[in-house]
């Protein structure tokens, strides 16, 4: 076998070592300890309480990484790729890299070959309950969870901002909108405009101090409830990766009490990643993966898009392309 090809199958097939030390550096804070300066073992041992011996090996395999930079064999300093798991840094990473080591992410996708085999999800039989259910019961977890759809948020709200026309709109509602990043992003961006942060009951707390912490109190209202059931009035409807966590008949489902909800010169902004071509690179077929083993899920072409939304008394009226994975599929009534 050829050597380099060797190399570049057994690096893929250690995939999940990197994810866990990812998340290991992230849960012990170490961007936050390097941010000021290099540090010492000792010193980072005495920040993070961590075993000396087993931190030392976990920073010689992040450094191998790129993730710190070792200056000696007791002295360490940050990076570029570490800048990004900082608490306090652009779309911080951190609660992303904990989320994909954590049990919700992690058990579901030790468990891909059943769901390939069988079709369904595998968050019952690695968690003992659906995914979010999961998520309720486990506030810690469900926190980062929040976070990290943040971060996501944060990623792609300014393309967002840019590229969705706003004027004339009174109330702008993102459903399942967990901390309500993107609709505060949208707030901010046009003074005229009013939110609603509509998720589980559990995610309001969150959402409220999000919006409170933005300044935005008087303007952004979080409400619980279940898009199943039903959503609260308005002129605008974000759902930002929130279809590809169900089946067809599930988001049927919540389009249909959107539309039920939605005047009818009302409009949604659905933000999911586009799938595209059998072959074709990039991350949407690795997180439609994600969809199956969590949720049952899936990530859409705009075809199929389009489809689920004529089942819901809705037209696909344009697909934009933001400078980022993501993109913008529009729907307005039929």
């Not at 990484?65 to 798991?85: K, Q, W, Y």
């Not at 968690?127 to 309720?136: D, T």
């Not at 409400?223 to 008949?249: C, H, M, N, Q, T």
Request: net charge negative.
């Amino acid at each position: 076998m050829d050597n380099e090809l060797w190399l570049a199958m057994t690096d893929l097939l250690r995939g999940y070592q990197k994810t866990q030390i990812g998340c290991a550096v992230a849960s012990l804070s170490i961007a936050d300890h390097l941010a000021a300066r290099p540090l010492s073992l000792e010193a980072l041992v005495e920040k993070t309480g961590a075993n000396p011996d087993g931190l030392r090996r976990l920073l010689r395999g992040a450094a191998s990484l790129g993730l710190v930079r070792a200056e000696s064999d007791d002295l360490f300093a940050s990076t570029p790729m570490l800048e990004t798991l900082r608490s306090d840094a652009q779309a911080s990473l951190r609660a992303v890299a904990i989320m994909h080591g954590s049990p919700n992410h992690w058990r579901p996708w030790g468990r891909l070959i059943d769901a390939v085999r069988t079709g369904q999800a595998q968050a019952v039989a690695a968690l003992g309950r659906p995914a979010f259910n999961y998520l309720a019961a486990n506030p810690d977890e469900a926190s980062f969870f929040a976070k990290a759809m943040q971060s996501t948020s944060e990623f792609v709200q300014a393309e967002v901002v840019r590229l969705l026309d706003t004027n004339g709109v009174a109330t702008a509602a993102d459903i399942g909108g967990a901390n309500g990043a993107l609709v505060c992003a949208l707030i901010a961006a046009n003074p005229t405009l009013n939110g609603i942060v509509f998720d589980l009951p559990y995610a309001v707390d969150g959402a409220t101090a999000f919006i409170k912490a933005k300044g935005l109190a008087d303007r952004v209202e979080a409400i619980g409830g279940d898009f199943f059931e039903s959503v609260p009035a308005a002129g605008l409807y974000l759902l930002k990766f929130i279809l590809r966590d169900w089946d067809d008949a599930a988001c049927v489902k919540i389009l249909t009490n959107v539309r039920r909800a939605m005047a009818d010169d009302g409009r949604i902004a659905i933000v999911e990643l586009r799938l595209g071509p059998m072959g074709e690179p990039g991350r949407a077929p690795l997180v439609d993966l994600t969809m199956l083993t969590l949720a049952g899920g899936r990530e859409r072409t705009p075809d199929e898009y389009g489809k689920l939304l004529a089942s819901a008394g809705l037209k696909l009226a344009s697909v934009k392309e933001t400078n980022s994975p993501f993109s913008i599929f529009e729907a307005v009534p039929v």
